[in-house]
């Protein structure tokens, strides 16, 4: 039996940029006032702490998607994140009492990383995020505003922060799948990207803004099996999700479900 159900996936797929588009919608979060007092609470709180460094910055708020094998769709309005620290980080039983559309469930972009010569690799973050610290995480972020709706924009801009990548050494790109984490219920893209840089490269030029240190195993069936059964306590549902997609694609939908059954809600 799994010691915790830890993410939900809405869509899984293999799809190109071609095949992927996002349109803006209107934002149907409900401003009730007991709940924006509570994101105002939350965000004193949170930026109070010391070491922690946030702003309000913009986040593109997931409305709805339609997935089929050939097309991603996804809506978004506008969102940012002091009511993503309200809701889902800090509140996320909110859901249960006024239902998932009182969250900001704002949409997050998690490429697992795959280097020229043949790791998978992600970040370990460091005490200033505001959660997950010390956990193994994707080179991760949102979708803002800035991104124009592309979700690949998105996947270089963060790389380029995160790891200081130029756009040709992102050799290919692909969305496997829209996750989400169940403690926080946030929806999260998740990607399977290669690189021309090795593995030691990656290291080298990491920021370590959010990162304290890369992550990386083979690309090889028994090291993402041996990941999964060992490093549940330090990879976090995003990372998990991450893993599980890339092994969907590379090793098949039986392996997929064996490997899922002790993290995926039914």
Not at 135 to 151: K, S
């Amino acid at each position: 039996m799994p010691e915790q159900t830890l993410l939900t996936f809405h869509a899984m797929g293999d799809w190109p940029a071609q095949a992927v588009c996002a349109r803006w919608v209107a934002d149907s979060r409900p401003r009730d006032p007991q709940v924006e007092e509570l994101i105002e609470a939350a965000w004193r709180e949170a930026t109070r702490r010391p070491g922690v460094w946030l702003f309000d910055g913009p986040m593109c708020r997931l409305e709805s998607w339609h997935a089929d094998p050939h097309r991603l769709e996804l809506s978004l309005s506008k969102t940012s994140y002091k009511p993503f620290v309200g809701t889902n980080m800090a509140h996320p039983e909110l859901a249960k009492r006024l239902g998932r559309n009182i969250l900001a469930n704002p949409v997050g972009v998690s490429p697992l990383l795959q280097s020229a010569d043949g790791f998978l690799m992600m970040g370990r973050r460091n005490a200033s995020v505001a959660y997950y610290p010390h956990r193994i995480h994707p080179f991760a972020g949102a979708l803002d505003h800035r991104d124009g709706l592309d979700i690949f924009a998105a996947l270089a801009r963060e790389l380029c922060e995160e790891l200081h990548f130029a756009p040709q050494e992102i050799l290919s790109a692909r969305c496997t799948g829209i996750a989400e984490d169940m403690s926080i219920l946030q929806p999260e893209l998740i990607l399977r990207c290669t690189t021309s840089r090795p593995r030691s490269q990656i290291e080298a030029q990491l920021d370590q803004t959010e990162h304290q240190a890369a992550w990386a195993i083979p690309a090889e069936l028994a090291a993402v099996e041996k990941a999964l059964a060992e490093q549940r306590d330090v990879l976090t549902p995003v990372a998990v999700a991450a893993l599980l997609l890339w092994g969907r694609i590379t090793f098949g939908d039986p392996w997929f479900t064996r490997q899922a059954a002790d993290f995926v809600a039914p």
